[in-house]
Nanobody, 124 residues
Framework: QVQLVESGGGLVQAGGSLRLSCAAS????????MGWFRQAPGKEREFVAA????????YYGDSVKGRFTISRDNAKNTVYLQMNSLKPEDTAVYYC?????????????????WGQGTQVTVSS
């Protein structure tokens, strides 16, 4: 079992930045691909970014490409999401996820473990 706990969410003005963290406990996730998803009210959960076990490969959703950066520190069993140039449409609950595999996938069903989410609100 893997437990994931997100932190770092909050309220920020448009154009600002936030860094989300996802701390994993239980089984190590150092050999697993990890991802971030988000869900706005009334919308489906959306892929944001994914990172390989080594951190050497990353993949981003089109809506965040060039603004968000995913990274990981396997020594700390932690994954990060640096969010810059935030827009009101980035407002959502952000979820960290881990999968029992190494491929970078974008569907929610591809991930086996989920955190409880952290709220990000971007004001205009």
């Amino acid at each position: 079992q893997v437990q994931l706990v997100e932190s770092g969410g909050g309220l920020v003005q448009a154009g600002g930045s936030l860094r989300l963290s996802c701390a994993a406990s239980g089984r190590t996730v150092s050999s697993n691909a990890m991802g971030w998803f988000r869900q706005a009210p009334g919308k489906e959960r959306e892929f944001v970014a994914a990172i390989s076990w080594s951190g050497g490969a990353t993949y981003y959703g089109d809506s965040v490409k060039g603004r968000f950066t995913i990274s990981r520190d396997n020594a700390k069993n932690t994954v990060y999401l640096q969010m810059n140039s935030l827009k009101p449409e980035d407002t959502a609950v952000y979820y960290c996820a881990a999968r029992l595999g190494t491929a970078l996938l974008v569907t929610t069903t591809s991930y086996n473990y989920w955190g409880q989410g952290t709220q990000v609100t971007v004001s205009s």
